[in-house]
């Protein structure tokens, strides 16, 4: 927001829509499943002006989970060992000493 001729630079809005799908079946071979987890983003930033001068802007869309499962086997996108382990740390955890 320009307030006085300077780039104020201060509020930075986000928003979110995730959209989640899952089926279950039961089948011969066992529960058929399936489940999806996508992420729309959108949001404003003080870089980016489009065509107008509009600030808001989408942000993109993400894909976190994607698969389907049929008795114990799954295939597809989803969590590993790793992730659920360590309590999805991300970029909190400090890799430096490794």
Partial sequence: YVLNGKDQGT??????????TW????TELGTLKTYTQTKFNFG???????????????????MDFA???LGGLRVGLDDSAFDSFIGYAGN???DTIV
């Fill in 11 to 20: 509020w930075h809005k986000n928003a979110r829509f995730a959209l989640k």
């Fill in 23 to 26: 089926t279950g079946q039961e």
């Fill in 92 to 94: 909190v955890l400090n």
């Fill in 67 to 69: 698969w389907i499962q």
């Fill in 44 to 62: 404003n930033s003080a870089y980016y002006a489009g065509e107008d001068g509009n600030q808001a802007h989408n942000k993109g869309v993400t």
